[in-house]
């Protein structure tokens, strides 16, 4: 479970995360939605340690990450947006690298390396350097890396941003394969059909500031729209705010 209770964040004039607070919950798949530049990278960097908060408060699983950031890291599996690949090493040696790091021993690793293969259909690009991956390559390693050490708290930045159609509904099968066994899953997107299919809650960010939150049946109740995308654009202000 994490909480987040009024974080700011500021660089230098740029006042990025203006007190968002909400809860994600284990068993639950939690939607961070906003335009761009809304803050939504920003809070997740805080929530997986990687920048310290100017205000507020974060506990990820009973930990917090400015005090027990090694602690945090151990426990949390994390899919940035830049995907942060070892371009020179294989897949396999990426995902195994983590492994290691997180002290997992070989007959664990390499159990792990077989269910990845398998369940995100990894088998023939296990062995090839990771330069030259398509997109979808590239996101699938992230995710397997991320999640070899089995953690119990998931955060994925904009994990299907580029992906093709089958790679999309793999990515989307092993998130809801991750809910089912209790995982908790923070999600950043702008993909509302991704929003339908996998959401349980969702936080709308809009210029640092949470404008909504809810599941996706009070959000189209409380708009009184038939889709979320319509929803989205009520919730944020205007269609332009979607350019910001």
Do not use: W
């Not at 700011?8 to 939607?31: L, M, N, P, Q, Y």
């Amino acid at each position: 479970m994490i909480k987040a209770g009024n974080l700011h964040k500021s660089f230098g004039r740029v006042h990025a995360v203006r007190g968002i607070s909400f809860t994600a919950r284990d068993g639950e798949v939690t939607g961070l939605l906003g335009p761009n530049g809304a803050g939504k990278t920003t809070t997740l960097r805080m929530l997986y340690s990687l920048l310290p908060p100017d205000a507020g408060e974060i506990e990820v699983d009973g930990l917090n990450p400015v005090r027990d950031a090694l602690a945090i890291k151990r426990n949390l599996g994390v899919v940035p947006d830049n995907r942060g690949l070892y371009n020179r090493l294989t897949a396999r040696e990426n995902i195994r690298y983590f492994g290691e790091l997180h002290g997992m021993s070989n007959d664990a690793i390499v159990a792990r390396l077989e269910e990845f293969a398998r369940r995100l259909n990894m088998a023939d690009f296990m062995d090839r350097r990771c330069e030259g991956f398509s997109q979808g390559q590239r996101v699938k390693v992230a995710i397997a890396r991320a999640m070899v050490h089995q953690p119990r708290t998931v955060l994925l930045d904009e994990p299907s941003n580029g992906l093709d159609v089958m790679s999309t509904r793999e990515l989307r099968k092993y998130i809801l394969t991750l809910k089912s066994a209790g995982h908790c899953i923070v999600l950043s997107t702008h993909i509302m059909q991704e929003v339908a299919a996998l959401c349980d809650r969702i936080v709308i960010i809009a210029g640092g500031l949470i404008a909504a939150e809810g599941s996706p049946p009070e959000l189209l109740a409380r708009t009184g729209r038939a889709s979320l995308e319509d929803a989205f654009v009520d919730l944020i202000g205007t269609d332009e705010g979607l350019l910001a």
